[in-house]
């Protein structure tokens, strides 16, 4: 039963009237039949919604690997690091183009300012004033070329030191340090578990009522039931299997909650008719399930069920062994007590006759 389901319970609660029985005094509720959301229960995966692997994006022999498998990474942190010879020889020589771009650049505009003088005072011909117009074009394309190629310089330097794109796990380490990477060479492989889903394979008869309601719940390894805030439906069948697939988001950071770990779904399909009874009433004794009844007379009677699910948390669903208007006691220990009483005044009742 998924946590969205408990406003229905609390809307029954009223139904099971807590009375005191008249001969026994004992507190008991009275079987009633209610309708409670239709449940259906499947199993799903746990996926991660960061993973990824890592490649390297320039070429360098590996110098240093921080992390191995199993380790925790915070986002950000230094993963691994190539060596950066040819990546630094590349910024320097980058940025002495740059500093030439500049010097060029101051030059072309030096010049084009003294020929526009003198061609404003009719000193030299229009083509002179044309050709220092292209210069400083020229040098201006210069230096705009100069200082992308930097900026390229730049990245790759820092494409040296591989960082972790998020807070995760290493999952797999994909190279030694003195190998040689070049770009695209995978380098270490990792899943976030602040952010998980579950998949479920969901059959196609089932699919329409889901879609439609949209209300799921997921069972955690403790086993509690959390609420699924978003439910995100494929719009295609697998042929092959003839179900849909459903993603289930759970709530960030969850605990003792993995990648590839087999948990239970529960979807909403509709509602159906169920008895109710509290679940304080319910003895369990060895693979005995029971409750203790309480007739119109008074007399207590110790009777076999079998259950259904959980109806919120204190309640519960009753399949087979009582009818609606059955009454059950709530203190299983004193019904108990008063059933020995009762039993015992009954052997002595037959011993007088």
Known sequence: MTGRALSLV??????????????????????RQVRVPRIFRLDGVVEAINQSTISAQTSGQVEAIYYDVDDVVEKGALLVKLKDTEQQAALRKAEAELRAARAVLRDAESSY???????????????ELDSAQAALKTARAKLDSATAALEQAQEQLRYTRVTAPYTGIVTERHVQVGEVAHPGTPLMSGISL???????????????????????????PDGRW???????????????????KVR????????????????KSAFETG??????????????????????????????????????????????AVLAGLQVGDRVALDPVQAGVELKKQRAQQMQDAGHE
Do not use: C
């Open 10 to 31: 609390l809307s029954f609660l009223l139904l099971l009237a807590l009375t005191p029985s008249s001969q026994a005094e004992l507190a008991s509720a009275e079987v």
């Open 113 to 127: 300012r003294r020929i526009k003088d003198l061609y404003d005072r009719k000193l030299v011909a229009k083509s």
């Open 194 to 220: 602040e952010q998980l889903r579950v998949s479920v394979d969901v059959p196609q008869s089932l699919i329409i009522p889901i879609r439609q309601k949209r209300k799921a719940g997921v069972e955690l």
């Open 226 to 244: 959390i609420d699924v805030k978003k439910v995100t439906i494929f719009p295609f069948a697998d042929p092959t299997s003839n179900t849909f």
């Open 248 to 263: 289930l988001e759970l709530p960030p950071k969850l605990e003792n909650l993995f990648p590839g770990m087999l948990v």
């Open 271 to 316: 509602s159906m008719p169920a008895m109710v009874v509290p679940a304080a009433a319910v003895v369990y004794r060895s693979e005995v399930t029971a409750v203790y009844t309480i007739d119109e007379d008074g007399r207590i009677s110790f009777r076999h069920i079998r259950l259904g699910g959980p109806l919120g948390e204190e309640h519960l």
